[in-house]
Every structure is written in structure tokens, then in C-alpha cells.
T-cell receptor
């Protein structure tokens, strides 16, 4: 079974600063995806960014980027120019995939509560 | 677009009662999922359905059953509710299973078992 660990229960930064959220995972699988989801107080689960394990290039989505270190099993999220609307719970998640297609569901970490201060 | 719709949004049950949580998606997605979220925890997979008529157990299936008779609907049943099942339940769907197919989540159902 896979495990996902987020070691920072809560982080607080000033608006416009850059913040990095940590995530490590444990797996013996070679084929998988990693994700960051955002959950604001509205409780919605919003996909922020995803990374396929076999791709060495780090994924980026506007102000969001990841640092994927496969050997270290680390998948951190960097938010640049943070905004008040970035305040939310952030969850790192793992998905095992199969070479013939298909995948298991998501395995989530416990989350990091990110607070952006004005 | 409605996306993924969960009903009800809130429910209070007594121990031992049964109920069904409903999930509907209008995106013609093949795969659907049920997760639960407890305080201080991420979401945990209960059951999923890769396609209409098929279901598989996830990480925490005990005490639950599911039904996927129609492509657009995925039902989660609690036969005899227990206080340990107090949680927020999320349904999700994706076009296919796989990491390149993002999961779209509903807004959740908050369930309290007294």
C-alpha cells in the first residue's frame, strides 16, 4: 500500500510571498501520478497540478509549480506570488496506474492548512 | 453544467439506521468514486467503479455497499450506521480511470451518526 506524508500541518505567509508545501510518499510502484488538490472553506476539492512519474520535467500551472524528486520520493508544491484566495487546505495525493490502462483511486496525505495573510 | 451532484448535503442518523447517499454526474464519465474525509485527515477511498456495472473496494470499504446500475449514478449505502461512520463523504468522477483523467468532485455530504 502507498502512503503519503505531509509534514506541515499549517503554514502562514504574507500575500505576494512564495511558499513551498512539502509532500513525501512511499511506494514500490513505478507507474503512478502525483497530484496537489486545494480545498477552500467551501469544501470543494479543486485539482491544482499533477505530475506523471515517468516525466522528469516538473509540472507548472501558472503560479503553481512542483519539485518532483522521484528517487527521494518527494513532491513539493511551490506557490509564487501568493494571493488571499490561495488560503485553503492543500492535499498531496498519489495514484497507482496500470500499464494496460486503468488506475486505483487516490491516496491522500493529511493536508497542510495554508493561510495567506494580507 | 451541474458536474457532480451529491444528495443530500447534510444528514443526521441514529445508530443502526440505514441510508443511501446519492451521486449523479452529467459529464458522461465512465469512472466514479466514493471517499470519506474525517477531521485532520485527507480523503480515503471507500469504493470505486471503473465502469457501469463494476465496483471495487478501496481502502476503507467495511460497513458500506455500493451500486452502479446506471452510468451516471453511483450510490453509497450504509446498512446499519455506526458513529464511526460520521464523516464528510465525497463523490468523484472521471472520464476513465488513470492519472491523465482528472477526478471531478462533488461538494460533499456531511453525515452525522448519533
Amino acid at each position: 500500500a502507498q502512503t503519503v506524508t505531509q509534514s506541515q500541518p499549517e503554514m502562514s505567509v504574507q500575500e505576494a510571498e512564495t511558499v513551498t508545501l512539502s509532500c513525501t510518499y512511499d511506494t514500490s510502484e513505478n507507474n503512478y501520478y502525483l497530484f496537489w488538490y486545494k480545498q477552500p472553506p467551501s469544501r470543494q476539492m479543486i485539482l491544482v497540478i499533477r505530475q506523471e512519474a515517468y516525466k522528469q520535467q516538473n509540472a507548472t500551472e501558472n503560479r503553481f509549480s512542483v519539485n518532483f524528486q522521484k528517487a527521494a520520493k518527494s513532491f513539493s508544491l511551490k506557490i509564487s506570488d501568493s494571493q488571499l484566495g490561495d488560503t485553503a487546505m492543500y492535499f498531496c495525493a498519489f495514484m497507482k496506474t496500470y500499464s494496460g490502462g486503468g488506475a486505483d483511486g487516490l491516496t491522500f496525505g493529511k493536508g497542510t492548512h495554508l493561510i495567506i495573510q494580507p | 453544467n451541474a458536474g457532480v451532484t451529491q444528495t443530500p448535503k447534510f444528514q443526521v442518523l441514529k445508530t443502526g439506521q440505514s441510508m443511501t447517499l446519492q451521486c449523479a454526474q452529467d459529464m458522461n464519465h465512465n469512472s466514479m468514486y466514493w471517499y470519506r474525509q474525517d477531521p485532520g485527515m485527507g480523503l480515503r477511498l471507500i469504493y470505486y467503479s471503473a465502469s457501469e456495472g463494476t465496483t471495487d473496494k478501496g481502502e476503507v470499504p467495511d460497513g458500506y455497499n455500493v451500486s452502479r446500475l446506471k452510468k451516471q449514478n453511483f450510490l453509497l449505502g450504509l446498512e446499519s450506521a455506526a458513529p464511526s461512520q460520521t464523516s464528510v463523504y465525497f463523490c468523484a468522477s472521471s472520464y476513465l480511470t488513470g492519472g491523465n483523467q482528472p477526478q471531478h468532485f462533488g461538494d460533499g455530504t456531511r453525515l452525522s451518526i448519533l
